[in-house]
């Protein structure tokens, strides 16, 4: 039973805009928010802040990893881990300013910072 727990876990690499690669031990269970949780810590890009890209695909926060795909499979690499890299995107920050009328004064903050 113990083994099947160990082949249950896995861990998700997960690279930002600026190419850095932080990993991420997730379960095949959670769902994605969750893992944006888990992730958060690692990268400090907050949950809400975060646009997770698997393979091509944004992930919703309500599907689990498994049903992304990202369920601890082999992979395609020499540490059967390759496969599970997630592109992080963090969401623009968009700030009003001028009157609550004039919507032309739009400021977009891509640090992504999550304020």
């Known amino acids: 039973q113990q083994q099947q727990q160990q082949k249950e876990k896995m861990v998700i690499t997960v690279l930002d805009t600026a190419h850095s690669k932080f990993s991420v031990p997730a ?28 393979m091509g695909r944004l992930l919703d926060d309500m599907m689990t990893l498994e049903e992304c795909g990202l369920d601890g499979g082999e992979g395609d690499g020499e540490d059967g881990g390759s496969s599970r890299i997630v592109h992080l ?6 700030v009003l300013r001028g009157d609550d009328d004039d919507l032309g004064n739009v400021l977009v903050d891509g640090s992504g910072s999550g304020g």
Do not use: C, E, M
């Open 27 to 54: 379960d095949p269970n959670w769902t994605v928010a969750r893992f944006k949780s888990a992730g958060a810590a690692r990268h400090g890009v907050s949950a809400s802040s975060q646009r997770l890209i698997y």
């Open 89 to 94: 995107f963090p969401k623009p920050n968009v």
